[in-house]
């Protein structure tokens, strides 16, 4: 298989043509592709203000920024894998659990080709669908969550189905290991007291305050020892990100990382098993004239990299 | 029961105080009412820009602006009906069905009252639960409704509850006399041929063209014959406005009514048995800060002004 | 006196130079000028929601757009009469009457030289002290006021100098020729029953729904026979637009005039003794990326060559 | 060839996939298509206020909106004819001659094969090589321009080619029949008096207090008599609407079409031999929560279903 | 009296129903409550970029999104302390000396109940008026506050009640212990040189390049000395914080605070005898898409839990 | 000559008056000034997201809200030096070549006079032209660039004049001390491989990471060590700061300086032998409700302070 190759921005000036993530190319298939970035756009499984749905257009468009070689790793990221803009899974705006199983379907699907995806989103439920493809084909999984939530409600309004929920489904269903999971930038207010118990009690869960006070480099450390070399799935909730470098979300909360400590996460990643990778909850509408999708944007290039120089060593 | 008063604009500046429907005292109890507002912040059966549940809140804001008095009408609202902001249904953004029961359930109880119901959406979808509660009261209603769209699908994405088919799954539960019904404003481009079909077979379809070419004094007197004497519903889709006039909706339609030909509509319910209205598809998300909210909470006193005068007469 | 000329927008592009009124020089003199344009930065006697004293400079941004020549009256407006940008007047956002009389202070040294005003507001208090400068200079003066609100209110909070009170302290002081003044656009909600009374009793008030009952012709030919061979000032309120022409404004009102309406009315003034003018609350805060102040520039344009047809002819 | 088909909407939600003009397929080659919609992302002619450069990807994106029938001319577009997104044309930001050059080789391309283009701008200036392209297939062609303004400046900043030339340059270059060109919605400020004398002088000029006057059918009719058998390019202008419709365009200019009115004259078109046509001067930046660009998406349905409607015919 | 209990969000989604404070009852009444918020819809005292009378909506708003337990503190705040959303003060746009004389009236007979309050500004006048009445029930105070500016001037465009003059105001009426107040954060551009003077002489004035060569841990330290035992008010200006985390202000000084730190500062009152507090100058129209008001919230919900861990303890 | 004084913000309302920079009165004439604030309101050689145009204006509007003395330095600015808005440049959007020329004149003509430069740009690019005049005065100077970019291409599209390119041309033309440039907050990814390896081989260039390791104390230190006793000139892409500080920008990068930072490094011009300054890449389209032009306006008062505080010395 030929090597995609992006359109070339010193060519085709960056707001022409139409837009796929990073301006790679669009190829729904992913046989012969090392890692597909995947859009999500399904936001129903957010409890409050939606607007998720909108982000794989939005970040598709803004990712045009990005460029393509990675100056700290030394990486150019299309010549050290085949990557690819694979579309959008199918989606119904009214049937979440339809549109789950659409999610692990096209992800499968994905992965039956040893090819890895980068998902976004969409809201933080499409990480639990995801799970499940990934550990069909990766066994029981690490997993590495950047986010102010832990996500490991029971239900919410009853339902077993939504944002709050993906790691508590994903957990009851082993699809994690459980000794290998650290959520990173926990904060923020609670609905009930026991909210963050089940998270101490089953993973390593290191609130926001620690990072302030131990700093981002011992933290990752941390990270590496406890993920070694296990096969890891990192799910980057843009809102672990402070409001100030992420607005356009729809749960921000005060107090959390800068957009060089989620950077410093992922360069940590640099050597591990990373078999799959998500951004998600980015909200358009919640957004300051689209700052967040373009920061996001460069996150999912960090991600890229990630894979790229990881491959290349 | 004493004659619920709003607070006077004249006294507490109008961008002063808890929000709530043109000041209306805030009443979660129907009994001894004539009239109430009731928000349904409900969006989950919106298939494409979301954030109709938003609307509630961001109209009861600039609802504030809105005096008391109709001048041409010669009424003061309050004075004439007991009128008053019954707060919101329970909704789950995660479940269209049990929404929707919750909806009906919660319009029954204020129907039972002989109160009648002035909904603030939401998604177009909530008129069908709505009209279950209505119709339960009043028997199969006349129905007026202002909109781009039919909204006479039988199914979206395979979901038969969603904002395109409303008036199809109430024309199916007998909740409306199709003898009555009267579609204003219809246009733009369908998904498929017979998009329209059904709705020419069944009602009193006006495309928009129509009303340009006639002018809306025709179309009101036409709109007054068919009704005459029958308890009819007004349903206004904020898309039947032309975009310049209500851009903040999901799915806006060029060519389409302005303000002042909405205002005659309404205005031309002056002397019919009018027993529920429902303001829907204001979206703030889409909106252009804030204009299509203003001229919503604007049109929601125009309809409170007609039940007002109706009682006065 | 050399004849002011505007930097040519055909030698320096609209978006350069330091913001000036339609590029007109900056002449904080009234001496030898036929017209200038006051900028008045003031919103302090706005009710509700404020943001009119950042209009001049937003005007001032956005009037860069309007060209030299008025195609209709065959008039090059710099030629025709000696005008420029006399800059802001003194303005104290704490203190509403020292700033009236500051206000009063500045249009009467202008007047005082023969040179006649265009006032950018502010909110529309600031048209009570201006016609008490005008007044001085020329007798009890007729009134075109196109507005959604008649601002005839005797006091708002117990204050007697607001926005909502101009032309009744007006008429008070007995600036104003009663038989002669017109207000056109009249609608919306009221306060109060009596709301319009006054104004009914005592001008000559054409509701909207009198407009487009008639159409404007009619309506501005009226207008010429009330005002006749007076001297006139023209106040315009952006509220009298309809909110689709208008939205930055703090209390929109639906069913208002287009914006060929409004140009239609000052059209109307060609061969009317025109000896001031305002255009007020435009709030930026208030509107949708500007276009307000871009349409308000349009409308002092049709204003000023208003001003250089008479002068030419 | 196969009959390109668009995403359904009713299958894949119409916020998800990477968005194309109305969701056709994209087809970077116009053997075997009767249309191709083009982007032209370039807006380095445009003299103030800029942003058209991205109104393709912003126009995409909306179009999604847009279904697939015209419910007027009853015709399902991509049935009638073969057509597609050809994507967007190379540009360079830095050198508009160059881009002229380019902009002609990509649409003669498209032309030689006997396809038909509607280009989505961009600044005006770009009608210019577009004609260059579509004259020397079909000889000088009739024109029927809407706008506010002329375009028909000789040069602007001393640059030939610019935004404000293009017809200019056309007529120079013999592209134009000037016999059947009418220019629809003139009106505005000027730069200097003559402005408009060469159009009045070569064209059917028709400004917009005209067709305020007369009403659009009486205008419509004199096109189509103008027209005749002539092939004809449509060149819609986005300020030639006014900003109530339009606000996000560089120079938006009150008193000017309805969206109503703008479909009219798309709809005139009925019968005629339309080869070409473009919407440019849709600024993203300038606009209001992208209504413009949803405008625009519609109008350029409206467009593409005249090519159908003429084909089926 | 019962445990007034706010909306609970796992039950009613948090866009929904009429907004109040942290989805807190509306209570009017202070007897029997411990703390609550109150809403000071005033800006008249700003004398530049207006719009904080809008901040108390908004906040109510978006609080919604604040839940109700305190993880660090592990507090929940309605069980811990009887909590409510008092509503706003009366105020009069027109008349500051008599809507501060109202303020200070309505929290005067809050803190006779022993109630403390939390306002909600506003622009940073208000606390004045607050300062009169809790000094009155508790004595001359210690004060911390958190800003950018001083606002110790002495009057502004002659006015003595402004936003730039509470501090000087409160403590010429005694009603401040001066050796018990701690300005944080203070920085930006001087009027005179001077503007800083009388603050050093008086206060503890710690500016902000302090905080960053030495830490907030220390001068949190340092502030707790300084309080001690004494009663104290918290006064937050929003502008404290760094335009990054509050661009949503009428005055942002770049190199302020970031979020984590002013949570720093607010948890180091758990101990301290905190008798009243407020957050001002949160400008929504001056915002970006309302993340000031989140922010606010989530500091209003920070400072209400340090009144209710404390009252736990 | 007299000293030219700034509007006395304590007098008038900072949100009034005809804008300049700071409010320093227009003075379009060098000659016995000390430094001039110099507009260059054009973009065209910006390749991607263009607006910065329209900076010169926004920053002109927005400066107001900056006072008149330093706190750090304790200088008041227009006493130490006689400093002036000095109006923008001649530009043409069409035609980078000729408007470049313009600049360099223009810049000549100030700089022969002993006076010294703060441009406000525009895009990069501007700062080619304006070595140009610096080093005709000054010799080949040292200097110190703020960027997340090198801008040491040799060409864009073919164009050797771009926003990309300014420093390779000044280094070719032997404008530019090539030992004593230090490029600071360089990252984000490149176009190439090499991207980096012209500045690595020339200049001092510091990668944001060691800026984020070693601390802005260190770094400074540095480049007054390099600095020392040349001429220097400092030239502050906006996009050097984090887009949490500066969202307003074409081509933002995640992972930058805070404001402080920047301060930092400004501050850190005391004593060197600084010629001229730019703040260039503010675009006010890109940006959040104008914070970015607020937050420049403010590094533009940092760098006045500078030119202050060494005359003063």
Not at 97 to 110: G, K, P, V
Not at 157 to 177: C, N, Q, V
Not at 222 to 250: F, N
Not at 272 to 278: K, Y
């Given at each position: 298989?030929?090597?995609?190759?992006?359109?070339?921005?010193?060519?085709?000036?960056?707001?022409?043509?139409i837009?796929t993530?990073?301006r790679y190319?669009?190829?729904?298939?992913?046989?012969g592709?090392?890692?597909?970035?995947?859009?999500?756009p399904?936001?129903?499984?957010a409890g409050?203000?939606?607007?998720?749905?909108?982000?794989?257009?939005?970040i598709?468009?803004?990712?045009?920024?990005?460029?393509?070689?990675?100056?700290v790793h030394?990486?150019?990221?299309?010549?050290?894998?085949r990557?690819?803009?694979y579309?959008?899974?199918?989606?119904?705006?009214?049937?979440i659990?339809?549109?789950?199983?659409?999610?692990?379907?096209?992800?499968?699907?994905?992965?039956?080709?040893g090819?890895?995806?980068?998902?976004?989103g969409?809201d933080?439920g499409i990480?639990?669908?995801?799970?499940?493809?990934?550990?069909k084909?990766?066994?029981?999984?690490?997993?590495?969550?950047?986010?102010?939530?832990?996500?490991?409600?029971?239900?919410?309004?009853?339902?077993?189905?939504?944002h709050?929920?993906p790691?508590?489904r994903?957990?009851?269903?082993?699809?994690i290991?459980?000794?290998?999971?650290?959520?990173?930038?926990?904060?923020g207010?609670?609905?009930?007291?026991?909210?963050?118990?089940w998270?101490?009690?089953h993973?390593?869960?290191?609130p926001m305050h620690?990072?302030?006070?131990?700093?981002?480099?011992?933290?990752?450390?941390?990270?590496?020892?406890?993920?070694g070399a296990?096969?890891?799935?990192?799910?980057?909730?843009?809102?672990g990100?402070?409001?100030?470098?992420?607005?356009g979300?729809?749960?921000?909360?005060?107090g959390?990382?800068?957009?060089?400590?989620?950077?410093?996460?992922?360069?940590?990643?640099?050597?591990?098993?990373?078999v799959?990778a998500?951004?998600?909850?980015?909200?358009?509408p919640?957004?300051?004239?689209?700052?967040?999708?373009?920061?996001?944007?460069?996150?999912?290039?960090?991600?890229?990299?990630?894979?790229?120089?990881?491959?290349?060593?």
């Amino acid at each position: 298989m030929e090597q995609p190759r992006p359109v070339d921005s010193m060519v085709y000036p960056r707001h022409s043509g139409i837009a796929t993530f990073m301006r790679y190319p669009h190829i729904p298939d992913a046989r012969g592709l090392d890692v597909v970035l995947v859009g999500v756009p399904f936001d129903t499984s957010a409890g409050y203000r939606v607007g998720a749905r909108l982000a794989p257009r939005a970040i598709r468009h803004h990712s045009s920024q990005v460029r393509l070689h990675h100056p700290v790793h030394d990486v150019t990221i299309h010549e050290a894998i085949r990557i690819a803009d694979y579309g959008d899974v199918r989606t119904s705006p009214f049937d979440i659990a339809r549109t789950y199983d659409w999610i692990t379907e096209e992800f499968e699907r994905i992965h039956s080709f040893g090819c890895k995806t980068i998902a976004v989103g969409g809201d933080h439920g499409i990480t639990y669908p995801i799970l499940r493809a990934v550990a069909k084909h990766h066994g029981p999984v690490a997993v590495v969550q950047i986010d102010s939530h832990t996500d490991t409600h029971d239900a919410q309004f009853g339902s077993k189905l939504t944002h709050a929920t993906p790691f508590r489904r994903a957990h009851e269903a082993g699809l994690i290991d459980p000794k290998k999971v650290m959520q990173l930038g926990i904060r923020g207010s609670l609905f009930y007291p026991d909210d963050l118990k089940w998270s101490k009690e089953h993973y390593r869960m290191v609130p926001m305050h620690e990072i302030h006070r131990r700093g981002m480099d011992e933290v990752v450390a941390d990270m590496r020892a406890l993920i070694g070399a296990a096969p890891v799935y990192l799910s980057l909730d843009i809102d672990g990100l402070d409001p100030s470098c992420a607005p356009g979300t729809g749960v921000p909360e005060i107090g959390g990382l800068s957009t060089w400590q989620a950077m410093q996460v992922i360069q940590g990643f640099v050597g591990l098993r990373l078999v799959g990778a998500d951004v998600v909850e980015v909200s358009p509408p919640c957004d300051a004239n689209d700052i967040t999708s373009i920061v996001a944007a460069q996150l999912l290039f960090e991600i890229a990299a990630v894979f790229a120089v990881n491959k290349a060593r």
